[in-house]
């Protein structure tokens, strides 16, 4: 094979590489479906590529079963490798092992004079297609690519092998040196811009709600009418009404808070994965139907603050979770009143990290988690100005001029623990003290407890929302592919942060904030498959079956649920089946369990399995929607009443 050939043959081979980064998808994914019509297909060309190497001993191709010369030998691991490895041959036969002492140093290569040109171009351009669509990210394929975390830096390697290939060329064929070089310059550049992550929109919602009935309509307040669809909700409520009476009553039944929430966000595909409550204090997280299998040990814990700690009206409530497998903490907090007490509240923030622990071995506690998402009413004041001026500056849009004496800023510039926690601009008003269903400050004389008139209140923001990333931790001895990949392994851009002037039920405004979080999926599959085998209907008992696709703390306390389309959350369950008393051990062991047909909806309608693990108190398997079938005895009796369940509960009547 001449050297000619070898140059073309690496140019084709860099073309490709580039072509999947430059699309932000896999070229060999989008065109799998046409080896049925394009017999060979890819596999024609890639193999052509492997048969025209010549026979030379090599180490590194002997154990694959092929000779090729060694200086040719990185050419087609890049090939079967890059970016997914997802080839219609098995990607065991052709895997390949790189060993960080033969790369070269990608770092020291610098970038020729057309390559600084792309480079200045691409920073200049906005991260999206010609067509002006907001560009995909390159995906991850899990088993089927490469393993997750390998990311850029493997990727960096491999562009770093063919530089080695390319240096071998001869000086007099500097035309293709040149053109292969220009092309490495661009996938250098463009293994940098690529992160190799998967974007999802977080919303998070903080409002102290004065005891409020909640309104008709929070489409507004959970922004569901824009375009750019949320995967997660984050929802801080505080001061719901706490009534004995009330209180005891949604300790039964969901809270009216909750059920706005549920029916705004179930038709919309959402769950509520985890909610706790403390008296007042209110945190419900909602998830995309698709990623709730992969939330996981879910834990809910609560501290009180009011009267020396003995009292739930102040404090905090906070749930975690695993998202793809990386840890997030949500804290909603409700802290002391009154301009005086921002020690105060900074001393109770500081008792409620301490004091709340989760039964897990690498997050025992708030702040071990790989993100922290902290809001709430944490009731900071803006000291030393005086109304007049407050007012003046709220007024005239001169936000600014608070912004320096707002309590939280001034104390995260003396304690170091509240400097780790980020905040977006104050750019809204002030949402506290509102009157009631207008955009008024605090016009009303308000009375004491003993009857007497009480002063005005200072406009503030009381109602914030921070987020923390986990710092790497002094001393902590990590490898250079470990600090590559825990940087890109998750990023965290705050989009919007505002208050919403529609609502007017309580003296507060809510304060929202969406986030774009840009996480690598640390697994891809869920861990239970679950399905519906054979006919569904009221008249005969129904079959369920599931199989553990990866090892996890199963129980005799699992069960699967049957729910409606649209169900709201885990207890929103038509009927269930406790899983099987034995363990299941293999992904390849399928097992049955039965639904009594007396549970069965009589009416029929589309449905889904739901595996539950008791131990990680969340649904980790959901089977695809399935049709139940009427009861062909409920028909010839003309009785399907929506509010009835089961054949033998009709033929007894």
């Known amino acids: 094979m001449g050297k000619t050939s070898q140059s073309a043959l690496l140019q084709f081979t860099l073309a490709f590489s580039l072509d999947c980064l430059e699309h932000r998808t896999c070229f060999l994914c989008e065109h799998a479906g046409r080896e049925e019509q394009q017999p060979g297909g890819f596999q024609g060309e ?38 997914c490895s997802r080839l219609p041959w098995k990607s065991s036969t052709f895997r390949c092992t790189f060993f960080k002492k033969d790369l070269p140093t990608s770092q020291s ?33 899990g088993q089927h690519g490469l393993p997750v975390g390998a990311g850029r830096l493997l990727l960096r390697q491999r562009v770093s092998q063919l530089l080695a ?68 909700y984050a929802i801080g409520l505080q001061e719901v009404n706490a009534a004995p009476v009330r209180f005891i009553v949604d300790l039964v039944y969901e809270d009216s808070w909750s059920q706005a929430f549920m029916t705004s966000l179930a038709p919309m595909g959402y769950v509520k994965v985890s909610s706790i409550r403390m008296q007042g204090l209110l945190l419900l997280i909602f998830s995309r139907l698709t990623h709730v299998p992969f939330i996981q040990d879910i834990q809910t814990t609560y501290t009180r603050t009011g009267i020396f700690g003995y009292w739930g009206n102040k404090g905090g409530v906070s749930v975690r979770l695993s998202f793809y497998g990386h840890m997030l903490c949500f804290l909603n907090c409700h802290l002391a009143a009154h301009m005086q007490y921002a020690t105060q509240r900074v001393d109770e923030f500081e008792y409620i990290l301490d004091s709340q622990d989760f039964d ?24 030393d100005h005086g109304m007049h001026f407050l007012r003046s500056a709220i007024n005239s849009n001169r936000l600014n001029l608070l912004w320096d004496r707002d309590q ?97 039920v309580s003296d507060h405004k809510p304060v929202i904030s969406t986030f774009r979080l840009e996480l690598k999926k640390k697994f891809g599959t869920p861990l239970v498959r679950v399905s519906a085998e054979g006919e569904w209907s009221a008249d005969h008992d129904a079959i369920a079956t599931y199989s553990i696709l990866e090892p996890f703390p199963s129980s ?98």
């Open 109 to 141: 290569r610098s970038l020729s004079a057309e390559g600084k040109v792309v480079e200045q171009k691409a920073l200049a351009r906005d991260d999206g297609r010609g067509d002006g669509q907001p560009a995909e990210p390159l995906r991850q394929h």
């Open 408 to 504: 939280l800023t001034m104390m995260k510039k003396k304690e170091a623990f509240l400097q780790e926690f980020e905040e977006g601009p104050l750019t809204f008003r002030p949402t506290y003290k509102f009157d009631r269903f207008s955009e008024n400050y605090d016009t009303r004389p308000q009375k004491t407890w003993l009857g007497f008139n009480s002063k005005k209140r200072k406009p503030a923001w009381t109602d914030r929302i921070l987020w923390r990333v986990k710092p790497k931790e002094n001393g902590e001895e990590r490898t250079n592919l470990e600090d590559e990949d825990d940087e890109l392994s998750l990023k965290v851009s705050q989009d919007t942060y505002t208050c919403n002037m529609d609502y007017g």
């Open 165 to 232: 290939c390319v240096e071998d060329l001869s000086a007099e064929e500097s035309e293709i040196h040149a053109q292969v070089s220009r092309t490495l310059d661009e996938a250098f550049l463009l293994c940098g811009l690529w992160s190799g992550t998967d974007p999802f929109r977080l919303h998070v919602v903080t409002w102290n709600v004065g005891t409020a009935e909640p309104p008709s309509d929070v489409t507004s307040l959970l922004e569901l009418d824009s375009q750019d669809a949320v995967d997660l």
């Open 556 to 653: 005799t306390w699992d069960w699967i649920g049957l729910y409606k389309t649209g169900f709201k959350s885990p207890r929103d369950y038509v009927t269930y089946t406790w899983v099987k008393d034995d363990e299941v051990s293999s992904s390849d062991e399928i097992v049955k369990v039965f639904m009594n047909k007396e549970e069965i909806p009589l009416l029929g309608g589309e449905y889904m399995l739901c595996y539950y693990s008791s131990n990680m108190q969340s649904i980790v398997g959901i089977s695809p929607p399935f049709q139940v079938q009427e009861s062909k005895a409920a028909i010839e009796q003309g009785l399907v009443p929506e509010n009835i369940n089961g054949l033998d509960k009709l033929t007894a009547k």
């Open 46 to 83: 890639f193999q052509a590529i492997f048969d025209a190497f010549p026979n030379a001993g090599n180490n590194t191709g002997s154990d694959l079963g092929i000779s090729r010369s060694p200086v040719w030998v990185n050419v087609p691991q890049l090939t079967w490798a890059a970016p």
């Open 360 to 383: 897990m071995h690498n997050t025992p506690h708030v702040l071990d988690h790989r993100l922290v998402f902290w809001f709430g009413d944490l009731n900071f004041r803006i000291a």
